[in-house]
């Protein structure tokens, strides 16, 4: 079977990863995050999972490389990660009290051709106190994370309902990341039966 390399930096993929038991390298892929003008958010996502993975695929021809973006979506706005913590309070206050869609998409390159999935995810936050969102930017928690919160942290209290892919919010769509390692000739299950085998012999 091929290596599989991560083309990411953020901790959370890489624990995603590890959570469906596959070993991998993890190389992060620097590439330009600026939005074309006019671009669409779910195109903009998209792009940028596929961009990361053709990127590190460049250097590892021969590995299956992975790549994903998350952005949150408050109609139709993007928010990336917050710049600084100013940023993170109107990220905060703006999704206070509504519902904001997360989009992360998943890319996989195998032998040079690049196969990719969006998925969006709808969230809604209760009403937050300024002295919560104070307090919570304070922790330093929304700083390297996509519209200043992460549900897998202290930012879960925030969220009322959740409409889609837990795993997506967090920062990869494990189903979809296993349906296209897949098709790429790298069904998941198959490394649990031969890690299986080789502590057996
Ligand atoms: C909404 C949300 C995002 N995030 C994180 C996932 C991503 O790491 C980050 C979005 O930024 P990205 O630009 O998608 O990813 P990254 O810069 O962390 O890593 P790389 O580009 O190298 O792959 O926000 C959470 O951890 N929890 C959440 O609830």
């Given at each position: 079977?091929?290596?599989i390399v991560l083309a990411s930096a953020s901790p959370r993929r890489a624990e995603l990863l590890r959570q469906?038991?596959?070993?991998?390298?993890?190389q992060?892929?620097?590439i330009d995050e600026t939005p074309a003008s006019n671009e669409s958010a779910e195109h903009y996502v998209e792009r940028?999972?596929?961009e990361k993975a053709l990127a590190g695929s460049a250097s590892?021809?021969?590995c299956l490389v992975i790549g994903s973006d998350t952005s949150v979506v408050l109609e139709g706005r993007i928010l990336?990660?917050?710049?600084t913590t100013g940023d993170a309070i109107v990220m905060l206050q703006a999704l206070s009290g509504t519902t904001h869609q997360v989009m992360t998409a998943v890319a996989v390159v195998h032998n040079g051709i690049c196969e990719s999935r969006l998925v969006i995810t709808n969230v809604r936050f209760r009403e937050l106190l300024a002295a919560e969102i104070e307090a919570y930017v304070a922790t330093g928690e929304p700083m390297d994370k996509a519209?200043?919160?992460g549900i897998q942290g202290r930012g879960g209290i925030?969220?009322?309902?959740?409409?889609?892919s837990y795993s997506a919010v967090v920062g990869l769509p494990l189903h979809e990341t296993a349906a296209l390692l897949a098709g790429a000739g790298y069904p998941v299950w198959e490394t649990w039966n031969s890690r299986q085998e080789s502590r057996n012999e």
């Open positions: 079977m091929q290596s469906i038991g596959l070993s991998f390298l993890v992060p892929a620097d940028l999972a596929r590892k021809p021969d990336g990660k917050p710049a519209g200043g919160y925030f969220v009322e309902e959740l409409r889609g």
